[in-house]
């Protein structure tokens, strides 16, 4: 352990597993804070303290047995026929149980956020009929779900970055304070900014379809994912202000 502190790769490593973990966290963050919005603020803190808890530890629990994380990605069977990609590629994709629960979690993903953006557009038909979605004990069920999903897909890109254990384990736990940090404020600016709300489900989306490819094997580079995410963010942004801007004249 004391060998960790003086080693430059282990400190190396633990500031690019960090920062790889925190960018990770963007998803979980933005599913978790859609979902606790629906509570009233005791139980919505309560729920985001919760929902991160159990990403720690959801993760901790991976790292320890990475024999069994690693045996995750192993092919379990291939998909019988093949698909032309184009320019005489043939794809053949084989799946593993790592590929089966990005595949779960991302339909889940799709799902979720399809049916909040019905409920956001049928506002006042929707709030009523499914009051009961928002149960406290429901919204903490589907965020271990997701947890579960984003901490195997988080733990098997850190396995490939660091090879100690201790030094993943520390990058997991600075990466939930800062999610832990962040998640209020951004949970609080979606409930204030309700056309954000609509932003974030999209967002939902989007990394749902991304998970799902990434279980058939066609992966696609979170880079052009967050990169997406950050410019429309930003458009938003000066709509938020533009809005302020309005209320202030009148």
Not at 45 to 69: D, K
Not at 203 to 213: D, S, Y
């Given at each position: 352990m004391?060998?960790?502190?003086?080693?430059?790769?282990?400190?190396?490593?633990f500031?690019?597993?960090s920062?790889?973990?925190?960018?990770?966290?963007?998803?979980?963050?933005?599913f978790?804070?859609i979902?606790?919005?629906?509570l009233?603020?005791?139980q919505?803190?309560?729920?985001?303290?919760?929902g991160?808890?159990l990403a720690?530890?959801?993760?901790?629990?991976?790292?320890?047995?990475?024999?069994?994380?690693?045996?995750?990605?192993?092919?379990?069977?291939?998909?019988p026929?093949?698909?032309?990609?184009?320019?005489?590629?043939?794809?053949?994709p084989?799946i593993?149980?790592?590929?089966?629960i990005l595949i779960a979690?991302?339909?889940f993903?799709?799902?979720?956020?399809?049916?909040?953006?019905?409920?956001?557009?049928?506002?006042?038909?929707a709030?009523?009929s499914?009051a009961?979605?928002?149960?406290f004990?429901?919204i903490?069920?589907q965020?271990?779900?997701?947890d579960?999903?984003?901490?195997?897909?988080s733990?098997?890109?850190?396995?490939?970055m660091?090879?100690?254990?201790?030094?993943m384990?520390?990058?997991?736990?600075v990466?939930?304070v800062?999610?832990?940090v962040?998640?209020?404020?951004i949970?609080?600016?979606?409930k204030?900014?309700p056309?954000?709300?609509?932003?974030?489900?999209?967002?939902?989306?989007?990394?749902?379809?991304?998970l799902?490819?990434d279980?058939?094997?066609f992966?696609i580079?979170?880079?052009?994912?967050?990169?997406s995410?950050?410019f429309?963010?930003f458009?938003?942004?000066f709509n938020v202000?533009?809005?302020?801007?309005?209320?202030?004249?009148?």
């Amino acid at each position: 352990m004391l060998e960790l502190l003086t080693s430059p790769e282990a400190w190396a490593a633990f500031v690019t597993l960090s920062v790889m973990e925190i960018v990770l966290g963007i998803d979980n963050i933005i599913f978790i804070s859609i979902l606790v919005n629906k509570l009233p603020e005791p139980q919505a803190t309560r729920a985001r303290q919760i929902g991160l808890i159990l990403a720690f530890a959801f993760r901790v629990l991976l790292l320890l047995g990475i024999a069994w994380i690693i045996g995750l990605t192993t092919p379990i069977f291939a998909i019988p026929f093949d698909i032309d990609m184009g320019g005489g590629e043939l794809f053949d994709p084989e799946i593993s149980w790592r590929d089966l629960i990005l595949i779960a979690g991302g339909l889940f993903l799709i799902i979720k956020g399809t049916r909040e953006i019905h409920m956001e557009i049928e506002h006042e038909e929707a709030v009523l009929s499914h009051a009961a979605s928002s149960a406290f004990s429901g919204i903490i069920f589907q965020i271990v779900l997701i947890d579960m999903v984003f901490s195997v897909d988080s733990i098997l890109t850190a396995i490939g970055m660091a090879d100690d254990v201790e030094v993943m384990i520390a990058a997991v736990l600075v990466a939930i304070v800062i999610m832990y940090v962040a998640s209020g404020p951004i949970a609080g600016f979606v409930k204030r900014n309700p056309t954000t709300k609509m932003l974030a489900l999209a967002f939902l989306l989007l990394i749902g379809v991304a998970l799902v490819a990434d279980g058939l094997g066609f992966h696609i580079p979170r880079g052009y994912i967050y990169v997406s995410m950050a410019f429309a963010a930003f458009v938003e942004m000066f709509n938020v202000l533009a809005r302020r801007g309005k209320r202030k004249t009148h």
